[in-house]
């Protein structure tokens, strides 16, 4: 299993690690643990509201730089456990929270959206042409006409043909059309 991260300041990175437990839950804690020495829970409900199949989570994970104590988090993640699919698919995540932690110090933080985000560029995209042997490029660009680099995790194409290698070769940078 693979996450990338792409944190607000620093570099984009991704963490690999093998599949290692019965559900998506187990392997994702898995993957924090030992990818990102990050304590973590997952708790997945599923069910139906108002006659419609629905689905709703809740993470619990020690905040990195915190002096979280391991008896803290079991604590938190054994009051957690206790959450009906009902209460998680129905109720304002508030409700829950107050349902869950009403004796414990809360911190609410201010939501962020989350948001499909990827980086890659027709400029990365030369720059990787760039670094594969002229022979190789060159074999491609007589057998296919043009590369076609597809971006696995957005789905962009970049096409280069011949008049575009020869500008990356000469340190130019290549016009930017996309194929979506």
């Given at each position: 299993m693979s996450i990338t991260i792409t944190p607000e300041e620093g570099e984009r990175y991704q963490g690999v690690v093998g599949l290692e437990g019965d559900t998506l839950a187990a392997c994702l804690e898995d993957y924090f643990l030992r990818?990102?020495?990050?304590?973590?829970?997952?708790?997945?409900?599923?069910?139906?509201?108002?006659?419609?199949?629905?689905?709703?989570?809740?993470?619990?994970?020690?905040?990195?730089?915190?002096?979280?104590?391991?008896?803290?988090?079991?604590?938190?993640?054994?009051?957690?456990?206790?959450?009906?699919?009902?209460?998680?698919?129905?109720?304002?995540?508030?409700?829950?929270?107050?349902?869950?932690?009403?004796?414990?110090?809360?911190?609410l933080y201010d939501p962020q959206d989350v948001e499909f985000k990827c980086t890659c560029s027709r400029e990365r995209c030369a720059g990787a042409l760039k670094t594969l042997p002229d022979e190789e490029v060159d074999s491609i660009l007589a057998e296919e006409g043009e590369i076609d680099m597809h971006c696995d995790y957005c789905g962009n194409h970049y096409l280069f043909n011949a008049m575009d290698i020869a500008e990356i070769r000469n340190n130019a940078s290549p016009a930017d059309p996309q194929v979506h």
């Open positions: 990818s990102e020495q990050l304590p973590t829970r997952l708790f997945i409900r599923t069910g139906d509201v108002d006659g419609k199949p629905a689905a709703g989570g809740m993470l619990l994970q020690v905040m990195p730089a915190q002096n979280a104590q391991a008896e803290d988090f079991d604590h938190l993640a054994m009051l957690t456990e206790t959450i009906k699919s009902e209460e998680l698919l129905t109720l304002p995540a508030n409700d829950v929270l107050w349902r869950l932690y009403h004796e414990e110090e809360v911190t």
